[in-house]
């Protein structure tokens, strides 16, 4: 199986950026599309980014366009979503997870997830 473990999130004010990461184990992640996902208090876990398994195709959810950049590493197996321009609204648990399917907005999907990292933009 696969295993992500996302890291980075922290407390940060509006207007500043904040790098995460997802670390995955196994040796088959560079056949996989990887996404981020984020879930505020009382919503649905919602779709921010994805990337196929080259890294040559990327989506982004209308929201954070202009303003995040999701990457790989396939050599380090890494996942990486650069947040620029924060507002309060990208205030979430973030979580990366992993498709055999091809870079896709749908959660379902996703058959592995991190345990995601908190970010917290405040006013």
């Known amino acids: 199986q696969v295993q992500l473990v996302e890291s980075g999130g922290g407390l940060v004010q509006a207007g500043a950026s904040l790098g995460l990461s997802c670390a995955a184990s196994?040796?088959?992640?560079?056949?996989?599309?990887m996404g981020w996902f984020r879930q505020a208090p009382g919503k649905e876990r919602e779709f921010v980014a994805t990337?196929?398994?080259?890294?040559?195709?990327?989506d982004y959810v209308d929201s954070v366009k202009g303003r995040f950049t999701i990457s790989r590493d396939n050599a380090k197996n890494t996942l990486h979503l650069q947040m620029s321009s924060l507002k309060p609204e990208d205030t979430a648990v973030y979580f990366c997870?992993?498709?055999?399917?091809?870079?896709?907005?749908?959660?379902?999907?996703?058959?592995?997830w991190g345990q995601g990292t908190q970010v917290t933009v405040s006013s």
């Open positions: 997870a992993s498709t055999p399917a091809g870079a896709t907005r749908e959660k379902r999907a996703y058959r592995y």
């Open positions: 990337i196929s398994a080259t890294g040559h195709y990327t």
């Open positions: 196994g040796r088959t992640f560079s056949l996989y599309a």
